[in-house]
């Protein structure tokens, strides 16, 4: 069920000498542990329900905007996207949790960051666009996951916050539209009296309801939108009577592709990139939270895990459009609620949750009775998931905090995209292939993010780049290049020292995780300096051994006070740096200090 963002741990855990790792003594089976059969059947139960009521709601939002004429001879669009969404959430939820994927339990199914993309594309040229450019959009997200350490620093909170917001406005008139999309011979008044009751038992449960009935908030709004429609006769029950209870999915719905030489395509094409890259970048946090959540004992991350799940994510763009559905992404909200309430972690649950979605995908009556929910009733859910999605947006961009800069860039973005998009008559002066690009408001507000941070950032502060090879020869050379950085930021001497000591406590602590695991040539490592106000981040690229930093770092707590003489390093690094993060990518690690100093 959408929810509002669940705090999650941070992906960097900065630390000083009075703070620790966590340690989650709720959860009573890990990933890799094997709970008794009963109880693995029961997790897989509540995880499928979560699962099911999450797709049933956004495809009946989406298929509502589905013209019938588009489909031709076929059947029940709607009937096959929850067919397809099933199937592909099942598939995914297995594979996330087996070890041909990062091996954690995470739930998945359609979800709302891809629904507004693919409804105006909808209202373009119907379903079968929408899966041609999910499934070019699937491309990028495979791609990032190869490449999410080259690509760490592309979408920025600031940049995701703009897109979330652009979404919701953008989408908002389609909402209300579907309110009065009553039945024939129905009245639209009674199709908006039971937008209106839906809209506040929504309303109602998200603000009041807490724990496990927060995630039922949308069904309960669901059942008495549905319960005020049969009242008022906009409810037509019928085909899921005529329904059989066993049967293989119809083929004649599957709206099949567009083709990728319309002119719709390409002006759509690039807000299914946007939302891609937002959606991995997402990925990676939702990602790290899915180690966190399941372990007893916290570790610094495993971002190659984390590139599995981004891996994941991409194929869940893919099998969704070649499906012809809505696009799916990682419930974590629900899978946290469900980890609270079970303390079960394991795999064997992911497993057995898809093969049960798998099934249940193949009992037409079921899925019927599932989608015979009212357009009004879609309407007012979908307002109530724009104005949380609007939040989410806005929640991206104040996470660190809105500076200056940051408010005037979300703020000229949004002013740009929004006055755009409400101005046809304007853009029609421009011909159509500039209007079609300067009327998405999504894409235009996007570019502007992009474009005003890469300037601040340019103009900020410039970056300093120093190459060497780990081995002894590079301390010396390091000492210099901090020393000439230091005294380039104007900092006092005490501040000096302390730069050269966390570069060289951090050089010193790569060394020794390369002696555990030597290899026949040392790799380079590149150090990129970004100075800034009172401080400086030092990042430093390297292929490293098994072994993590911060989990280096993070058993010195939980040792005696005896240091070993080995951990001397660490235990320096700790006293010199104000955060340090280790980033695990395929091929590449990252490790990020920041030191702070004042001036002479």
Partial sequence: MWMPPVPKLALSVPWSTDRWMPVNDDIRFEPDERPPALLTLNVAIQGAVLIVTNVVTFIVIYSAAVDPAALGSGGSYAEWAVVGALLVAGVLTALHASRLGPGHLLLWGSGI??????????????????????????????????????????????????????????????????????????SELAGTAVGVATLVVAALAMLRATGLWRLWAMPIAIVIGCAGSVALGVYDGQPALDAPWLDLPDVGSWPGFASIFDADYWSLLPVFLVISAVVAARATSEGVSAQEISRRTARAVDFRSVQRTVGVGGLAVFLSGIAGTLPAISYLPATISLLSFTRVAARRVGLVMGAMLIVLALLPRAVAALITIPRPVSGALLMAILGLLFIEGVRAVTRDGLSRHRGFIVGLSLSVAVGLQSQPSFLELLGDPVAALLGNGVLVGVVIAVLLTSVFEMTSGRRQRFETVLDQSAFGDLDGFLRTLGDGMGWNSASGERLRAAGEETLTAMMQLLEDNPGDVPPRVVLNARPASGAVELEFLALFSEENIEDRISYLNEQASTPDVGDLSFRLLRLHAAAVRHRRYHGIDVVTVEVEGSAA
Avoid at 138 to 144: D, E, F, I, V
Avoid at 152 to 179: D, E, K, N, Q, Y
Wanted: net charge positive; proline share 8%.
């Fill in 113 to 186: 960051p891809f629904m507004v993309p693919c409804i105006l594309a909808v209202d373009e040229g119907g379903p079968a666009l929408a899966a041609s450019l999910a499934v070019t959009s699937s491309l990028l997200q495979l791609a990032m996951a190869a490449g999410l350490a080259r690509l760490r620093r592309l979408i920025t909170p600031v940049v995701a916050g703009v897109a979330f917001m652009m979404i919701s406005l953008s989408a908002m008139p389609i909402a209300m539209r579907r309110i009065s999309d009553v039945p024939e011979g129905a």
